[in-house]
């Protein structure tokens, strides 16, 4: 493929072993640039030489579909080129299509990557929270718009690549970081840094130097922005698009928009229900693909054949139901994308909030956008005149007054927000009327952000301590609550639309699509709610779920109780709320409202998660059966990506080695004497026949078969660890365990916690007389010497399995390597049953 300049910078240096921090302007093949080194090396390069997986990580969602989308398509191409298939993927939190982060080329969000990374993944139960972690190790990772990660994202990430990035190379990109920033993040990772420079962005725009260079001219307005405003500046371009900074401003000015005369976008035709219907419930990419392209060309052919001139008028912003503003974002792609020749639609306004900033394809002739920080209001210009050639205009506009006449600048409320959208209104002020290119734009955000920048950074440096406990806290204990310091702080309420009936019921709220609202904005409106509720004679406007458990069966399913919200503070006291649907609205158009309507809405069921684990299915199967299963699943799909990480560490084969040891041994607990003659008693009763061999996986498949699980007697014991403590001494034989310590560390710890990521005890135990031989049979399915199998611990009373694990705090190197290990081990573990 054909790269610029810059690009070809990247790919050496990526290519080279370094880390690179990329400041590129929007439109100018970013994407491209970060992955290009990436499927270069997936195809030619051996795979010791470059990791075989890559993480690119996006701050919304709505990047990770548009980027899933191309890629998918280019892969397709590449599978009928090489003959090598690139498995393209997507994870987030609205499609969550591969929690175990599995594909070559896996698209997700900030959250998705850094739960993971931190120990705790959204996208997994607790018992599984060690699974992820090694993906990110022994990826190429990719940031893109690292700008608008929060600003506790933007210090964990840059705190963890410290640490990571010995292992995993990766590039951070952004088009509108301060010199600050960008200086003082590359010499704090050693990675490289890498600017475009001005005569390359002129090159890249005038597509090399073939078209007209595209032009933005800026202008300031001191007043707020108005719907004639709109119109007036309506060009011959036919598009506009006006950003306002809440959701509540957007309203008001669409419904302005329409009340002089433009005609709504007819989302809400009774032709689209049924492709609105599809892709909620549609798990395969193509098949929603397919729909929403069947969604685009209705509207079209409505709109196309529409009378009257005026202009069309369309409204996005997050409080939409998924469908509808999958389809309204697909719709904006083909009519305000790149391809202008297939543009269908004559003339067309968008209003919109902060969800156009990023992930969005398209360009405008004009822009209007309310004051915002430089960041946020140069993502938004560069969705006017995006394309080479193209010329635009971008109105920013005062901000409303709030009751004590100070600048509304909501959402942006903290102090050094404040501060940065007065100097962005200084930098503008002085520029309004001229033309700005990259390097003009970026002047401003120097102006604007590298203050705080520099507070982030000095910031990190004081209160390194802290962050890296909690970090600990997050990948040793797994605790949950370092997710709001270190991703994003829970600063929203989700909000459904229910019946919410006030006795038990097993009905979870968490089953349905919610709409987010911020904190504030809620508990601004819970006195007005529940006075409209007291004026209509409604019993409740707000309720909150609280779940009880029955303390008697763990395995009841858990029933919710809601509660009556009676005052403001009560919003604190639960993430996700149900609000009465009398005094809420919704329709395709104009999203969710906290206005009274005629009660018919209620939130639709969000659709199953393909990451929803079913039970497990199992046949029965010796261990040796089962062993030779796993390393299958090895060579399969894990055995290439080891690779890199092996070279990258100096262990060079012994991590090979590490591992096919772990897969071999990680079940000897359950050659335990007691293990064995429980498997045999349960396979007597639910078979009729006792197994001749040491067993590792019974035949299990019905609900019935479980229950005769756990009434067979003796139960079966624990084996996890019992069995990292009894293989100890053939891994550190095996392994040089004097020599590399953290590896052999490593090694257990993945064994005792294949199960369960915090185990440290084991209980008594005894083998049965054949467990040796067994062992031995097993080390060589995976390679390895069958004398090791005499250092076997056949029985023992007191196991003292935590001398054995790594220890608490754990050294890097072996907490890495265990990461790496016990990822690999789980997923073999489990994918070994769908070998034949």
């Not at 397919?290 to 409080?319: F, K």
């Not at 390194?464 to 609550?481: K, M, Q, T, V």
């Not at 100096?650 to 000897?668: F, I, Q, T």
Request: aromatic share 8%; glycine share 6%; hydrophobic share 40%.
């Amino acid at each position: 493929m054909s790269l610029y300049p810059y690009q070809e910078n990247v790919k050496s240096a990526l290519h080279q072993g370094k880390s690179v921090i990329l400041h590129a302007p929007t439109g100018s093949g970013k994407t491209l640039a970060a992955l290009a080194p990436f499927i270069e090396a997936f195809f030619d390069f051996p795979p010791d030489c470059f990791p075989r997986q890559c993480l690119y990580v996006v701050p919304r969602r709505v990047l990770a579909a548009q980027f899933e989308r191309e890629y998918r398509e280019l892969a397709e191409s590449y599978d009928r080129r090489f003959g090598r298939r690139l498995e393209v993927r997507i994870q987030t939190g609205e499609f969550p299509e591969d929690p175990q982060l599995m594909g070559d080329l896996v698209f997700a969000t900030l959250d998705q990557v850094l739960s993971s990374a931190l120990g705790v993944p959204y996208s997994l139960s607790p018992s599984r929270a060690n699974v992820n972690m090694g993906a990110v190790l022994s990826s190429y990772l990719v940031f893109d718009e690292f700008h608008l990660f929060p600003p506790e994202a933007m210090q964990t990430t840059l705190q963890l690549l410290r640490l990571y990035g010995r292992f995993a190379p990766f590039l951070l990109m952004t088009a509108t970081f301060s010199r600050t920033m960008l200086k003082e993040a590359a010499a704090l990772l050693g990675a490289q840094d890498e600017i475009v420079q001005a005569d390359e962005v002129a090159w890249i725009e005038t597509r090399r130097g073939t078209a007209p260079r595209r032009e933005r001219r800026f202008f300031w307005r001191e007043t707020v922005l108005r719907a004639e405003d709109v119109l007036r500046a309506h060009g011959p371009m036919g598009r506009s698009l006006a950003v306002c900074n809440t959701v509540e401003r957007a309203l008001s000015l669409y419904r302005a928009l329409v009340a002089a005369g433009c005609r709504p976008v007819p989302v809400a035709s009774p032709a689209l229900k049924p492709l609105y219907e599809a892709p909620r419930h549609a798990t395969e990419p193509e098949k929603r693909r397919r729909t929403l392209d069947q969604a685009v060309e209705v509207l079209r052919e409505e709109m196309v054949g529409a009378p009257s001139d005026s202009p069309w008028v369309m409204l996005l912003h997050s409080r939409f139901e998924r469908s509808h503003r999958q389809v309204k974002e697909a719709f904006l792609s083909a009519e305000c994308g790149p391809e202008r020749k297939k543009w269908r639609v004559g003339s067309l306004i968008v209003v919109a909030t902060q969800v156009v900033e990023v992930g969005l394809d398209l360009t405008s002739g004009v822009l209007h956008t309310e004051l915002a920080p430089a960041a946020s209001v140069l993502q938004r210009a560069g969705r006017c005149a995006r394309y080479p050639g193209e010329q635009g205009e971008v109105y920013i506009y005062e901000v409303p007054a709030r009751d004590d006449g100070k600048p509304d600048t909501a959402p942006y409320l903290s102090q050094e927000e404040q501060a940065i959208c007065e100097r962005t209104r200084q930098a503008l002020q002085e520029r309004s009327g001229e033309t700005l290119d990259f390097a003009q734009e970026q002047e401003i955000v120097n102006v604007a952000h590298q203050e705080v920048d520099r507070a982030i950074l000095r910031a990190m440096r004081e209160d390194e301590g802290r962050l890296w406990d909690l970090i600990r806290d997050g990948l040793e204990r797994g605790e949950a609550s370092v997710r709001p310091e270190l991703i994003r702080p829970v600063d929203s309420r989700t909000l459904i639309v229910d019946d919410a009936p006030s006795d038990l019921t097993e009905d979870s709220p968490f089953r349905y699509e919610g709409f987010s609202l911020w904190h504030g904005s809620l508990r601004g409106a819970v006195r007005s709610l529940l006075a409209k509720a007291e004026a209509l004679g409604l019993p409740w406007a707000l309720r909150y779920p609280v779940a009880q458990k029955d303390e008697e069966d763990s395995r009841a399913p858990t029933v919710y109780r809601w509660l009556d919200v009676r005052s403001p503070d009560d919003i604190s006291k639960s993430l996700l709320f149900a609000v009465h649907p009398r005094l809420v609205s919704y329709d395709p158009e104009q999203g969710f409202r906290l206005d009274p309507g005629d009660g018919a809405y209620r939130s639709p069921q969000a659709p199953r998660r393909r990451g929803d684990r079913e039970k497990y299915v199992y046949r029965l199967e010796s261990y040796v059966q089962h062993v030779r299963a796993m390393a299958r699943v090895f060579e399969r799909l894990f055995r290439h990506r080891l690779a890199w990480v092996a070279g990258r560490s100096g262990l060079g084969e012994r991590l090979e080695r590490a591992v096919r040891l772990a897969l071999a041994l990680h079940d000897v607990g359950k050659l335990q004497e007691q293990w064995q003659k429980w498997a045999a008693e349960y396979q007597k009763r639910v078979s009729g026949q006792e197994p001749s061999f040491l067993v590792a996986h019974v035949w299990s498949e019905t609900e019935e078969h479980r229950r005769i699980a756990r009434e067979v007697r003796p139960a079966r014991p624990n084996h996890a660890g019992e069995g990292a403590f009894a293989a100890a001494p053939i891994l550190w034989e095996a392994l040089e365990g004097g020599c590399y310590p953290d590896l052999y560390q490593a090694a257990v710890t993945a064994i005792a916690r294949h199960h369960s990521p915090y185990l440290r005890e084991a209980a008594s135990y005894r083998l049965h007389p054949r467990a040796r031989e067994t062992v031995a049979e097993a080390l060589s399915a995976v390679g390895g010497r069958p004398e090791w199998a005499q250092g076997l611990l056949t029985e023992n009373e007191a196991p003292n399995l935590g001398k054995r694990l790594l220890p608490s705090p754990p050294p890097w190197d072996g907490w890495l390597l265990y990461f790496i290990i016990v990822r690999i081990l789980r997923l073999c573990d489990e994918l070994s049953q769908e070998e034949e």
